[in-house]
């Protein structure tokens, strides 16, 4: 029998954890769970998709954890556990984990799961306490990638048996080789914005421009190749803090007609076909849903060797080796043209949502 399951995230927003969470939530809805979203704060993206499908929404806010919120919202939290007989508690971030757990366990539910799908150096000082409190309150911790669960066992003492694996799961309805590719726009404002040759060769990621994401790598090892590679160019998909560096970069390389920023896009899929080889050229990294979403989309991946970026791809570089990175490039696009193998089902939705209720039923 399918029972009573609350996920918890911070915010229904556009995040990875957040549409993993939403994405469960209205998986195991449709295979007969009574399903409760929760979160710490209202709104977003992903809570008009679950309000969409009917399920209960509560928001307990907590603006600080060092406020009287905690408590407040805590006593609330426990009553609305034990009011709807929730059998398990599952949050999917550092705050739902910091908050949830304890106050759960104090609720007496069945089932307590957190869930730690990055490494714990991007975790806020602010939050370690709890977050080890939590992992001591938690039945079980949920993991995305061997990598985390490595880190977990040999760095915070955690007993293997209480990690469980849940990879990321893509939606294979969504993310895959067939529909419209966008026509990629020239980044300098002086051009109008014209499709490219059909003989190019797009060269790509999407991600927030952040500086984690290490995207200086991907230019310096693009310059490189270029001058080698007339029809290659450079696309960045989504926006953020370090735009204007690799705008500049672009500019000062001479390659800016050759490098494209396309900003956030609400709808990545027509953006991953268009690029042909996708690069995620991060120093820190769990298990990337970009990566798996451009493999679904059809790209060929290439990835730095880091995190859960090995159990996802061969195609491998060292952290920060624009040179490394470049001769893999050179590799792919002096190669005669063939299809990139399709994404693995253990990375598919049916399968997360398997694991997920085995893991529930356990």
């Given at each position: 029998?399918?029972?009573?399951?609350?996920?918890?995230?911070?915010?229904?927003?556009?995040?990875?954890?957040?549409?993993?969470?939403?994405?469960?939530?209205?998986?195991?809805?449709?295979?007969?769970?009574?399903?409760?979203?929760?979160?710490?704060?209202?709104?977003?993206?992903?809570?008009?998709?679950?309000?969409?499908?009917?399920?209960?929404?509560?928001?307990?806010?907590?603006?600080?954890?060092?406020?009287?919120?905690?408590?407040?919202?805590?006593?609330?939290?426990?009553?609305?556990?034990?009011?709807?007989?929730?059998?398990?508690?599952?949050?999917?971030?550092?705050?739902?984990?910091?908050?949830?757990?304890?106050?759960?366990?104090?609720?007496?539910?069945?089932?307590?799961?957190?869930?730690?799908?990055?490494?714990?150096?991007?975790?806020?000082?602010?939050?370690?306490?709890?977050?080890?409190?939590?992992?001591?309150?938690?039945?079980?911790?949920?993991?995305?990638?061997?990598?985390?669960?490595?880190?977990?066992?040999?760095?915070?003492?955690?007993?293997?048996?209480?990690?469980?694996?849940?990879?990321?799961?893509?939606?294979?309805?969504?993310?895959?080789?067939?529909?419209?590719?966008?026509?990629?726009?020239?980044?300098?404002?002086?051009?109008?914005?014209?499709?490219?040759?059909?003989?190019?060769?797009?060269?790509?990621?999407?991600?927030?421009?952040?500086?984690?994401?290490?995207?200086?790598?991907?230019?310096?090892?693009?310059?490189?190749?270029?001058?080698?590679?007339?029809?290659?160019?450079?696309?960045?998909?989504?926006?953020?803090?370090?735009?204007?560096?690799?705008?500049?970069?672009?500019?000062?390389?001479?390659?800016?007609?050759?490098?494209?920023?396309?900003?956030?896009?609400?709808?990545?899929?027509?953006?991953?076909?268009?690029?042909?080889?996708?690069?995620?050229?991060?120093?820190?990294?769990?298990?990337?849903?970009?990566?798996?979403?451009?493999?679904?989309?059809?790209?060929?991946?290439?990835?730095?060797?880091?995190?859960g970026n090995p159990e996802i791809t061969h195609n491998l570089f060292p952290p920060g080796d624009a040179s490394a990175l470049a001769n893999l490039l050179r590799h792919f696009l002096s190669a005669p043209p063939r299809p990139a193998p399709p994404l693995p089902s253990t990375f598919t939705v049916p399968y997360m949502l398997d694991t997920l209720a085995a893991l529930y039923r356990a």
């Amino acid at each position: 029998m399918n029972g009573r399951v609350l996920f918890m995230v911070q915010q229904f927003t556009h995040g990875g954890s957040e549409r993993q969470c939403a994405t469960a939530a209205l998986g195991l809805q449709q295979r007969g769970w009574q399903v409760h979203a929760a979160a710490l704060r209202p709104g977003g993206m992903r809570a008009a998709e679950l309000a969409a499908a009917g399920l209960p929404l509560p928001v307990f806010p907590v603006r600080s954890f060092a406020s009287l919120d905690l408590l407040r919202s805590g006593l609330a939290f426990a009553s609305y556990l034990r009011q709807h007989r929730i059998d398990i508690v599952h949050t999917f971030d550092v705050p739902s984990n910091a908050f949830a757990i304890p106050w759960a366990r104090f609720a007496r539910v069945p089932r307590v799961y957190s869930s730690q799908r990055a490494h714990r150096d991007l975790t806020p000082a602010s939050l370690r306490p709890l977050e080890k409190l939590s992992d001591r309150l938690a039945h079980r911790i949920v993991v995305n990638c061997r990598s985390v669960e490595g880190e977990l066992v040999s760095q915070y003492a955690i007993a293997p048996a209480k990690i469980h694996l849940l990879y990321n799961g893509i939606d294979t309805a969504l993310f895959h080789p067939h529909g419209p590719r966008a026509a990629l726009p020239f980044s300098s404002g002086a051009l109008p914005s014209n499709a490219l040759p059909s003989n190019t060769l797009v060269i790509g990621t999407v991600c927030a421009l952040r500086p984690e994401k290490d995207l200086p790598t991907l230019q310096r090892a693009f310059a490189q190749i270029a001058p080698d590679f007339p029809h290659a160019h450079l696309l960045f998909v989504g926006d953020g803090p370090e735009r204007p560096s690799l705008a500049g970069a672009a500019a000062a390389a001479n390659l800016i007609h050759r490098t494209h920023f396309a900003g956030s896009q609400a709808d990545t899929t027509p953006w991953y076909r268009a690029i042909n080889f996708f690069v995620l050229p991060s120093r820190s990294e769990a298990l990337s849903n970009s990566l798996l979403e451009a493999q679904a989309c059809g790209c060929h991946i290439l990835a730095s060797q880091t995190g859960g970026n090995p159990e996802i791809t061969h195609n491998l570089f060292p952290p920060g080796d624009a040179s490394a990175l470049a001769n893999l490039l050179r590799h792919f696009l002096s190669a005669p043209p063939r299809p990139a193998p399709p994404l693995p089902s253990t990375f598919t939705v049916p399968y997360m949502l398997d694991t997920l209720a085995a893991l529930y039923r356990a």
